[in-house]
């Protein structure tokens, strides 16, 4: 199963590149969106998907489940979370100010790469 999730991983992560580099700001967006989600499946997929019980000493347990990764989980979602509401709200605001989401056309002087 972990074979499995590493390959979804790589797809996502794939994925997630290409919206990043492309010119539309909202595909940008969409793109940090999803390597965070990336991210985290990585990070359970590193913490082992097994069956357990709870991490508390007792006497008859033999398996149990690392809780490390999904507080690591729990804290990145909320900063994921946090992170794309802002980039939202900044998104909005420099369509409003400028008209377009293009980034090409965000530049200052137009065509200067071009000389």
Request: aromatic content about 8%.
């Amino acid at each position: 199963m972990e074979i499995i999730m590493i390959f979804v991983c790589g797809i996502l992560t794939a994925i997630s590149v290409y919206l990043v580099l492309s010119k539309s700001l909202i595909r940008i967006v969409m793109g940090t969106t999803l390597i965070t989600h990336a991210s985290n499946l990585f990070l359970i997929t590193m913490g082992g998907l097994k069956h357990g019980e709870m991490p508390i000493y007792e006497k008859g347990i033999s398996q149990y489940v690392d809780p490390i990764p999904h507080a690591l989980i729990l804290t990145a979602i909320v900063i994921a979370f946090a992170t794309t509401a802002f980039f939202l709200v900044l998104a909005f605001r420099t369509y409003k100010e400028l008209g377009t989401d293009n980034v090409e056309q965000m530049k200052g002087v137009p065509n200067d790469d071009r000389n």
